[in-house]
């Protein structure tokens, strides 16, 4: 139970991270807090990020877009990106990820977690960190979409 309440909360808080930093660096990070020393936490990036900002650099929207040479693509929406997902729409023009109304964020935290534990796909990682305290810290990281 610890351990889902941790990965909700990274799953919140990269969707949530602060404006201001992404605007000046280009980057953010993801803290896990009451993390379980000596467990290994393993970060994916699903879908890359896009801020768009008005002329005073206030974000306007995020917009999530994956490409076809992106590991977890075929999985979710086929080779050709023509499969039908339950959860996400892919525009094959640009590239673009959106959510499909009426999704629930538990299902999509299930749908997600389900694809990258799948022992068919080997799914790798971005980075792994093992917490020697109870806060894990990822930082650098470019915009995106990431699972814990």
């Not at 499969?83 to 997600?112: C, H, M, P, W």
């Amino acid at each position: 139970m610890k351990r889902l309440f941790a990965f909700m909360m990274a799953l919140v808080l990269v969707l949530s991270l602060s404006v201001t930093a992404f605007a000046t660096e280009n980057t953010g990070s993801i803290t896990i807090t009451n993390a379980t020393i000596g467990d290994a936490y393993s970060l994916y990036k699903i879908f890359d990020a896009t801020y768009s900002t008005d002329a005073n650099g206030n974000t306007n929207a995020v917009s999530y877009s994956i490409t076809p040479d992106n590991q977890f693509f075929s999985y979710m929406f086929g080779a050709d990106g023509k499969t039908e997902n339950t959860y996400f729409s892919y525009d094959a023009v640009t590239g673009a990820v959106t959510r499909k109304e009426g999704t629930q964020n538990t299902d999509i935290i299930s749908y997600l977690t389900d694809m990258v534990r799948s022992t068919e796909n080997n799914f790798t990682a971005v980075t792994t960190e093992t917490a020697a305290a109870e806060t894990v810290v990822f930082d650098n990281l470019p915009y995106g979409y990431y699972l814990i």
